[in-house]
């Protein structure tokens, strides 16, 4: 196990350096001059080129990128252009908020789209596999602004219930609704694929054999159906858990959550490139944490997968 977990370490190495050299390019190039895009166009010509220099954007482009690498090899992200603040900081400061958001939406996900799914798979056929399988699509296919929205106007104005937005000192009546909004995407696709793997599980001989034994359906389904169908929706899952912990940015913005998706947003807004870099990296760290766990769980939940380096 410890060799193995080396192993996926050593392999994120280079995928890590590309993920720098993409996004860093893209930015300095794409995104244009930040120094201009603080001052304005009518900037001071000679202030301008200070500025440039204090932040060393006079220097080539390899050269900028030789002393970004440098610095990262050393634990040193740089610091905000607009805030002045080490990226660090602010990347700490805005994780716990969109780890609890992405963590509330997967147990929303999991929760209905497992149900969901074990209900269309043990209803095969029937109106009520239609209806399971019409309201995952729906959850896939309905754009996550909208939803957020409705359920603002539905829960927050109408009724009353939750608070309309804002984060709140992390207060649980200020998590629910984006929990909602941001796990009904992921719930849709749990739902498909539950469905999918039960159908397939429940047609094997030893599932038969246990219905043979007089087995309840309860515990045909869950203990040896769902156990062993359960490796693709932890796949899912996991995968899921990485896009919510990149923080969507449109469900940050619409519930005003300060999360990493927001940041970034507002990043590339202001050319602050440093907290685009910062963040992007981020997000790659935490998508190849995200495949290493559930290759670990797969061994731990199924005793048929050996991993090897």
Not at 48 to 57: D, F, K, N, P, Q
Not at 167 to 187: K, N, S
Not at 227 to 245: E, H, K, S, V
């Amino acid at each position: 196990m410890r060799g193995y977990v080396l192993s996926r370490c050593g392999q994120a190495v280079p995928v890590l350096f590309g993920v720098t050299l993409i996004t860093f390019l893209l930015t300095h190039v794409a995104l244009g001059d930040p120094v201009r895009a603080m001052m304005g166009q009518r900037a001071d010509p000679e202030v301008v080129a200070r500025i440039r220099a204090e932040y060393g954007l006079d220097k080539p482009l390899w050269h900028r990128y030789a002393l970004y690498m440098g610095k990262l090899l050393v634990g040193d992200l740089g610091y905000s252009y607009r805030q002045g603040r080490p990226v660090s900081a602010t990347l700490a400061e805005r994780l716990p908020a969109t780890a609890r958001l992405a963590v509330a939406a997967m147990v929303v996900a999991l929760v209905l789209g497992m149900t969901a799914g074990i209900v269309a798979a043990v209803r095969h056929n029937t109106g009520v596999d239609l209806l399971m399988m019409t309201l995952s699509l729906l959850g896939i296919s309905t754009p996550v602004f909208w939803l957020g929205m409705m359920l603002i106007l539905l829960f927050a104005v109408s009724l009353g219930w939750f608070p309309i937005s804002g984060y709140g000192d992390g207060a649980f009546g200020h998590l629910v609704l984006p929990a909602l909004t941001l796990g009904a995407l992921q719930a849709g696709y749990i739902a498909r694929m539950t469905r999918s793997a039960l159908l397939e599980v429940l047609r094997q001989e030893y599932v038969r054999t246990a219905r043979a034994k007089g087995l309840k359906e309860r515990v045909v389904i869950l203990k040896h159906g769902l156990r062993n169908g359960i490796l693709p929706i932890l796949t899912l899952a996991g995968i899921g858990l990485g896009d919510l912990l990149v923080g969507a940015p449109l469900t940050e913005t619409v519930f005003a959550w300060p999360g990493l998706g927001r940041l970034l947003v507002a990043a590339v807004g202001n050319r602050d490139l440093p907290v685009v870099l910062g963040a992007t990296l981020l997000f790659a760290l935490i998508f190849l944490a995200a495949n290493l766990i559930v290759d670990l769980v797969y061994a731990l939940v199924d005793p048929r997968v050996r991993l090897t380096e």
